[in-house]
Every structure is written in structure tokens, then in C-alpha cells.
């Protein structure tokens, strides 16, 4: 069964320091999303793409984050500078076309750490 | 903009028992509420979802009713087993868009 993939799983980084992840989706969605989910609560939105396009990144801090998903396939968000309450796990997903509410997969996450 | 309210935080239950989970939604205009379902160290995994011109779905042991008049959703799980714990999320779409507001989330645990 095909998976959204993710990496690192896993990182830790000092502040100011910069950090990238990379996302896979499932091969044909044309719908990408990082979310960032804080321990104990929910999934919270910080861009949407469909295709290359940015659909929505009104929730993306966009002094230090930047993502983009140059071929409309697989996606890197970037953290430059990396601050403390940056430390939180980072997951994409995916879904098959918009504007449709389609089924999101979820991939494993990235757990960042920032000392 | 939207925002997603869930209840309770933590609930436990004897296996064989029932477990309910409420949301509440600010947005009337959204039109489409999911369940996710994460085990501890996994990815969040679809469940169940309604859409707002359903009142109630259900499927197996799961089951998700919509109260759009008072702008409310539940997850109903009966005859839960030890496998059912998890974290919980709700999530609600605004209308016309993709992106999902998720609630704060209900961890469960089902005592054997």
C-alpha cells in the first residue's frame, strides 16, 4: 500500500541553526499539506500546494519558513532561523485532487528538537 | 476563521464499554467534519467522516453523527477493545476549501 514518506524522522538542531524536511506524497496526489502538531495538540495547517501552486499559507511564518514543491511532487520545508518553540512534529500529507475534501494521508512526521 | 473545540481530553473505559467523543465547530458554512485515529509513534489515520448533508454515519463499531443546527459532532465507539486506544482528533473543512482545523484531540485508553 502506497505511503506518504518522510525525512528525517527524526531532528535535532540549535537554535538559529537552519533545518530542512523533505516529503514524499503518494505517487499521483496532486494535493500537498505540511502541518505542525505542538505534543498535545492538534495538527495545525501551514501550507497547502496543489501542484507547485501555493493554495494556502496564510498560517506559515514566512520570516523564517519557506516551502516549495518545484516539480509538483515532492515537497521541502525549510526553517531559517530554527527557534525554540519550533520544536514540534512536522507532518505531510497528501491528497488525491482539490477542492473535493479527499481522504488526507498522513505521513510518519518529523520530530524536530530545538536546544 | 474556523475553530474546533473537542471533548474530553483523556477518557477511559472497560473494554466492552462505549466511548464518546464531542466536537464543536464555529463555522456553520463548513461542510466537512473527519476523524483521525493516531497510536503512539504512528501517522494520524482517517477513521470515519461525515459530510454536512448527512446526519449520521456509521461503519463497523465506529460511528459519527452531525448536529449542524447546534454545530456539533460525535465519534461513538462501542464495544471497545484495547486495540481502540489512541488519540482521537475531530476536524472540520470550511466550505470550499481543502484545509482541515483540527480539535485538540481525546486520548483513550480501554482497560481490558
Known amino acids: 500500500e502506497a505511503e506518504v514518506a518522510q525525512s528525517p524522522r527524526y531532528k535535532i538542531t540549535e537554535k538559529s541553526q537552519a533545518v530542512a524536511f523533505w516529503c514524499d506524497p503518494i505517487s499521483g496526489h496532486a494535493t500537498l499539506y505540511w502541518y505542525r502538531q505542538i505534543l498535545g495538540q492538534g495538527p495545525e495547517l501551514l501550507v497547502q500546494?496543489?501542484?507547485?501552486?501555493?493554495?494556502?499559507d496564510s498560517q506559515l511564518p514566512k520570516d523564517r519558513f519557506s516551502a516549495e514543491r518545484l516539480k509538483g511532487v515532492d515537497s521541502t520545508l525549510k526553517i531559517q532561523p530554527a527557534e525554540l518553540g519550533d520544536s514540534a512534529m512536522y507532518l505531510c500529507?497528501?491528497?488525491?485532487?482539490?477542492?473535493?475534501?479527499?481522504?488526507?494521508?498522513f505521513g510518519p512526521g518529523t520530530r524536530l528538537t530545538v536546544l | 476563521g474556523e475553530n474546533v473545540e473537542q471533548h474530553p481530553s483523556t477518557l477511559s473505559v472497560q473494554e466492552g464499554d462505549s466511548a464518546v467523543i464531542k466536537c464543536t465547530y464555529s463555522d456553520s458554512a463548513s461542510n466537512y467534519f473527519p476523524w483521525y485515529k493516531q497510536e503512539l509513534g504512528k501517522r494520524p489515520q482517517l477513521i470515519i467522516d461525515i459530510r454536512s448533508n448527512v446526519g449520521e454515519k456509521k461503519d463497523q463499531r465506529i460511528a459519527v453523527t452531525l448536529n449542524k443546527t447546534a454545530k456539533h459532532f460525535s465519534l461513538h465507539i462501542t464495544e471497545t477493545q484495547p486495540e481502540d486506544s489512541a488519540v482521537y482528533f475531530c476536524?472540520?473543512?470550511?466550505?470550499?476549501?481543502?484545509?482541515?482545523?483540527f480539535g485538540t484531540g481525546t486520548r483513550l485508553q480501554v482497560f481490558p
Open positions: 500529507a497528501s491528497s488525491f485532487a482539490v477542492g473535493r475534501n479527499n481522504e488526507q494521508f
Open positions: 500546494f496543489q501542484d507547485e501552486s501555493v493554495v494556502d
Open positions: 476536524a472540520a473543512s470550511p466550505l470550499n476549501t481543502d484545509k482541515l482545523i
